[in-house]
């Protein structure tokens, strides 16, 4: 078995007030681990835990060894050297043509020449299909675009570990059929290690190695494991419902009355 | 010429080996030949990869033939993915884009930009106007709430920085005015000068400029980070008028403000110019007298009307410039920078027509 490249030991993820509790699992080198869940219970509040811009409330987690909170400055930086983030919202400066997003990372973390700098966005573009976009605003392309155009920044620095939140949403299902295949590419050329939070079933199939399951209602998490298993047997109902694509059930005016 | 890959390649390692040998790539001829001895090669990352088109992209340019040794596939794979001819430069600034323009060029866009601005402008002006109006026959289609929450934002939040600058200016207008007034032995006329300036000018101006750099500027900032975030589209498919939901609240607070604030800077100036005065052992009865003597309802009820209309000018300016941003974080900015400017500009432009105005009435 591969080495654990995160490490969340029971922590308790919130704002000030806790919203997870209790949540311990591990991220191996080179899977592609999901973490699922209805909307609003706490996907991105994890992310932003490992990612470090929100301390746990309790707990510790820890990226390739090194704690974002808890440890010294050397040990964040450290830490934050390992990963790629492409946020929820796209999050594109949007003063900046989409090459010039792409660059800023290896502006800041690379000593490349200025053309190797361009040659290695127009590639990350080019992989995400928005190489011919290279000169425009995050203002004047579409919402799915600035998302892929998100990802290609996220993916300049060749991460070993790549953050995604909701990478497919808003794409269409051929585009975001192809974004599968870029990260399983990623994951078995470049042994990168992706964790991504996606609602989309048929994409968890494809490509999801492990999933962590969050719950509102049980404010943690409810299952993990390989989802095609947790879909064959689920352990609980909600499990079952989730993967099922089954609203909750409401109780029948028989129940109600028993 | 030789270059080795290393067994893993990393950015690190890629950077290195990329510095070394840009000048030697750059100078092959179509005569020579580079050998790339990939056969090493355990990992090659995204920087790694990079570097192969670069070498590609440069022999297809420079015309040099590439021998490579690629045991593992890896070099193979990352032309497959990437295809060097689709990354040829075809001129340097390609992948630019030009930002600056011609000096004819920029001078014409600006003044059509000018000139479009003043346009809008007079839409939005009307806009507010016939919103107005139509407030008179239907008061309760005012937001009172956010009236209210504006009024207090930019009036009674900006009550101590009003006061003290008032309170400066008077020191000063008196300081200033008693120096060359002392001369001919009458300090006292100085209470006359004060009064009168800052009922009629000064005040009004002093809170404008407060009013404008406090207030105009939030409000554009306000209504272009909504106009950035899409919510004034929402409300325009909801059928809202931004006009009737955001603008008109927010100018009749300023309007309503502006003359409130006034007053309290006429106050505290005319505290500072008693300071003065009394440190020169003028009377405060003296003082009272002369300020009762040389200030009529005409000058104080001009005063406040100009600064009602200054106050219609800043509120109607921010959120005309706040509805009219772009659509990105930087257009807020120079949304609030020319909501300012704007402002200032028609303030003074206003103030000589008052100017104008009041000799012709003979105020
Ligand atoms: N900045 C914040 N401050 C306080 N509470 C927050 C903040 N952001 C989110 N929350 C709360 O945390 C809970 C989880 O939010 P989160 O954004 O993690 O949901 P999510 O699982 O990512 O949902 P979605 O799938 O809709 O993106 C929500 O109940 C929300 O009210
Ligand atoms: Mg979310």
Known sequence: MNQAVITVTDLTAGYGKPILNHVSFEVREGEIFVILGGSGC????????????????????????????GGDAAEAQRARRHFGVMYQSGALFGSMTLLENVCVPLESFTALPPDARRLLALMKLEQVGLKEYATFFPAEISGGMRKRAAIARSLALSPQILFLDEPSAGLDP?????????????????RMTVV?????????????????????????????????ELRDNPPSEKVRAFFNREPERKKTTDEVMK | MLIELPEQCTQGAIENLWRKNRKAVKGLKAADSLSLDADRVQFLDGTGEAFVIALYRASAK??????CRDAQGVVARTLEQFDPARFAESSPGQFVRKRGTKLLVQLGESAV?????????????GATVVALLRLLFSPHRLRWRDFWLNFERAGMDALPITMLVGFLIGLILAFMSAASLKQFGVEIYVAD????????????II??????????????????????????????????????????????????????????????????GAFVLLSMDIPAV???????????????????????????????????QGLRTGRTADAVGRAATASVVGSLVLITIFDGGFAVLAYFMGF
């Open chain 1, 42 to 69: 706490g996907k991105s509040t994890i992310l932003k835990h490992i990612i470090g811009l929100q301390p746990p409330l309790s707990g510790e987690i820890r990226i390739l060894g090194d704690r974002i909170f």
């Open chain 2, 286 to 320: 003296a003082y009272c007298q002369h300020i009762a003597g040389s200030l009529s309802l005409n000058n104080a009820l001009f005063g406040l009307g100009k600064s009602m209309v200054f106050g219609f000018l800043i509120g109607q300016v921010g959120c005309t």
């Open chain 1, 174 to 190: 051929i585009t975001s059929a192809e974004l599968d295949r870029l990260i399983l590419r990623l994951r078995d050329e470049q």
């Open chain 2, 62 to 67: 420079q015309g040099f033939a590439i021998q």
């Open chain 2, 193 to 204: 000068l004060i009064c009168i300036g800052l009922f009629r000018e000064l005040g009004p």
């Open chain 2, 113 to 125: 930009g000018l000139w479009n601005d003043m346009v809008d402008e007079f839409a939005h002006f």
């Open chain 2, 207 to 272: 809170t404008g400029i407060i009013l404008t750099g406090r207030s105009g500027s939030a409000f554009a900032a306000e209504l272009g980070t909504m106009k950035v975030n899409e919510e004034i589209d929402a409300l325009t498919t909801f059928g809202l008028s931004p006009t009737e939901f955001l603008t008109l609240p927010r100018v009749l607070a300023a309007t309503f403000v502006m003359p409130t604030l006034t007053i309290f800077s006429i106050l505290s100036g005319l505290v500072g």
């Open chain 1, 196 to 228: 991504m939070v996606t609602h989309e079933l048929p994409s968890i199939y494809a490509v999801a190695d492990r999933c962590v399951m969050l719950d509102r209602e049980a404010a943690g998490m409810i299952a993990t494991g390989v989802p095609s």
